[in-house]
């Protein structure tokens, strides 16, 4: 699979679940220790997150690591 293609679902699916919780990027960023504007490439997939800072939006978006991962990014 394709980098930008990971990127893209990755940044579509941190955004549905931010959706889903009712917070915006900036409560988001708030939460996870991170800038908004970094939240914000990672959600238009200009970004490449590292592993501790999906660590950091999992706890943020208080799911486990793996729920950020879904078969749509198998895909």
């Known amino acids: 699979m394709e980098k930008q293609n990971i990127l893209t679902?990755?940044?579509?699916?941190v955004r549905n679940l931010r959706k889903e919780k009712r917070i915006s990027q900036e409560e988001?960023?708030?939460?996870?220790?991170l800038h908004r504007t970094y939240i914000g490439m990672i959600e238009?997939?200009?970004k490449n997150i590292t592993l501790v800072n999906i660590a950091?939006?999992?706890?943020?978006?208080?799911?486990?690591?793996?729920?950020?991962?879904?078969?749509?990014?198998?895909?």
Do not use: H, P, V, Y
Not at 9 to 13: A, D, L, P, S
Not at 28 to 33: C, V
């Open 9 to 13: 679902k990755f940044g579509q699916r």
């Open 28 to 33: 988001l960023s708030f939460r996870a220790g």
């Open 44 to 46: 238009r997939a200009e």
């Open 56 to 75: 950091k939006i999992a706890e943020a978006l208080n799911i486990e690591m793996k729920d950020l991962f879904n078969d749509n990014l198998q895909d």
